[in-house]
């Protein structure tokens, strides 16, 4: 099980950048994925998930509206879209993979495999 995390960088307040993960090893139908966040001296945090079978989504209140979540099927990737970015968005973030339970799709403990992070910087 694989989940590869890129796309990250330096950009200033209001730019926009757009993250992906390719995945392998998993039936992706059977996992939720999602984006979590781990800024410095901060916990880990839920940003965005979505359902691979459906497309079902949900978002942190503190991306809504600026950040997208999306998959390409065909070759098992995930992407997040950020768009309007702050200083506060500056972290490191990461993809993973968990149980496809709607009620924990935002709980960190529902996430089993895990990408290697890639790191997102914002200048004000």
């Known amino acids: 099980v694989q989940l590869q995390a890129s796309g990250g960088g330096l950009v200033q307040a209001g730019d926009s950048l757009k993250l992906s993960c390719a995945t392998s090893?998993?039936?992706?139908?059977?996992?939720?994925l999602g984006w979590f966040r781990q800024a410095p001296g901060k916990d880990r945090e839920f940003v965005a998930t979505?359902?691979?079978?459906?497309?079902?989504?949900a978002y942190a209140d503190s991306v809504k509206g600026r950040f997208a979540i999306s998959t390409d099927n065909a070759k098992n990737t995930m992407f997040l879209q950020m768009n309007s970015l702050k200083s506060e968005d500056t972290a490191i973030y990461y993809c993973?993979?968990?149980?496809?339970?709607?009620?924990?799709?935002?709980?960190?403990?529902?996430?089993?495999?895990w990408g290697q992070g890639t790191l997102v910087t914002v200048s004000s």
């Open positions: 090893g998993l039936t992706l139908r059977r996992y939720s």
């Open positions: 979505v359902r691979w079978s459906g497309g079902s989504t």
């Open positions: 993973a993979a968990g149980a496809p339970i709607l009620s924990a799709r935002t709980d960190i403990r529902a996430y089993h495999y």
